[in-house]
């Protein structure tokens, strides 16, 4: 499957997940923070949008900055990823939320983490 076929397929939205703990079938989500380099965040942005994972495992990491969080349930059937900056006392939203279900949330969820863990 093209990233291209998976970028149409994918819902993005400006809503988010990630304080919902479960899911809509009442699967209970799992969160996964990834942190990189403040200064790379809108190349970070623009890969996200893009889909493209191996260059974003290419991405320097780093204990604090831009936060990429994944969510996801167990069984894969559902994975959403979002951007955020930190604006001091909070993190922010800086990218849209890109969800994804059933077979693409599988595909992706492993794209994702093959490149990042």
Known sequence: MSSNTIAQKAQITNTSVFSRLFSADKSKRRVKEI????TNKAKIAAILEKQD?????????????????????????????????YVPYQYVKSSPMYEFTDNNAEHIYALLTGALL
Do not use: C, W
């Not at 495992?57 to 979002?82: C, P």
């Open 35 to 38: 942190y990189f380099n403040p």
């Open 53 to 85: 994972f191996n260059a974003l495992s290419k991405m320097e990491k780093s204990e604090h900055g831009s936060l990429l969080k994944i969510t996801f349930t167990r069984d894969r059937s559902y994975v959403a990823f979002q951007l955020f900056d």
